[in-house]
């Protein structure tokens, strides 16, 4: 029987050890301080926002929220994240993503300066990572080592297999796998005999986005599968790029949605804004 990867836990964990951490912080006079900007009323980004700000006060990090209409011109976003980058009680910044179509993402995440840089995504941290310097790590790819580590399943020497090649995911993911030693391949849309790559792995980490997409024909007996994915079925309940009944009698072990790689993020991004201090 597969061996539960418990996200919740896991995550729970490490929350509990940075809130230590930042116990020690303060008494020593120091303070962290997230800014977490929103821009519109998106209902998903809200709930990531809510939880995001619920996860830096049990840590003990304050949040300062900067909730603007869906009518802010990009110009003023700039200005906004530019002021923050000036502000010495601002330790890390956090622009909640999508932002509405008339903004220029890629733009707004340039303008963060890579010092505060939490969610890892300016081309800065990027680079930092795949050149094995100290940096920023995209929260996710981060949480998903974690979630190896303290399940004590080793990577070193391992086939990794992505499916998967965003720069959120899939492109920080092999990066942290290759630095932990494992044998990395990234697969895609374009990908030929896609089936007979994923085999190959011993650990194998799908971020697809495609509904439940891999099935145990993709799966070799005994891998370790980590599902990055997050949907609603056809009952309107969670799932993810994985086919979890179907899959998870071949593994040895695996993460279910939800409750796996989700909550590994937030927790990884408080990790971060502790790593503003800690550098």
């Known amino acids: 029987m597969a061996r539960i990867i418990d996200g919740k836990l896991i995550s729970s964990q490490i929350k509990d050890e940075l809130k230590a951490e930042v116990n020690k912080i303060k008494e020593a006079g120091g303070h962290i301080c997230l800014a977490v900007v929103q821009v519109g009323e ?6 990531y926002v809510r939880n995001k700000k619920k996860a830096c006060a049990y840590v003990g990090i304050e949040s300062s929220a900067f909730e603007l209409p869906e009518t802010t011109t990009e110009k003023e976003l700039v200005n906004l994240v530019e002021k923050l980058n000036a502000d010495t009680s601002v330790n890390g910044i956090l622009v909640q993503l999508p932002l509405p179509p008339h903004i220029d993402e890629d733009k707004i995440i340039r303008t963060i300066s890579p010092d505060k840089d939490v969610d890892g995504f300016h081309p800065v941290s990027v680079g930092r990572l ?3 310097e100290k940096g920023f790590v995209s929260c996710t790819p981060a949480g998903i080592i974690q ?11 391992k086939e990794c297999v992505i499916i998967g090649r965003s720069n959120i995911v899939g492109k920080p993911m092999a990066a942290l796998l290759l630095r932990e030693n494992g044998t990395v391949t990234v697969a895609h849309s374009r990908t030929k005999e896609l089936k007979k790559v994923a085999k190959r792995a011993d650990i194998l980490i799908v971020a697809v986005g495609k509904k439940q997409f891999i099935n145990s024909e993709y799966v070799k007996a005994g891998a370790v599968v980590i599902d990055v994915g997050m949907h609603h079925d ?3 309940k969670l799932c993810g790029d994985v086919d979890y009944e179907d899959v998870a009698r071949k593994t040895s072990a695996i993460t279910p949605v939800p409750g796996g790689v989700g909550p590994m993020t937030i927790a990884m991004l408080m990790n971060n804004c502790v790593e503003t201090v800690r550098k």
């Open 42 to 47: 998106d209902p998903a980004s809200t709930v």
């Open 130 to 132: 795949w050149i094995g």
């Open 147 to 157: 979630l190896l580590k303290r399940s004590n399943i080793e990577i070193a020497g």
């Open 234 to 236: 056809k009952d309107n």
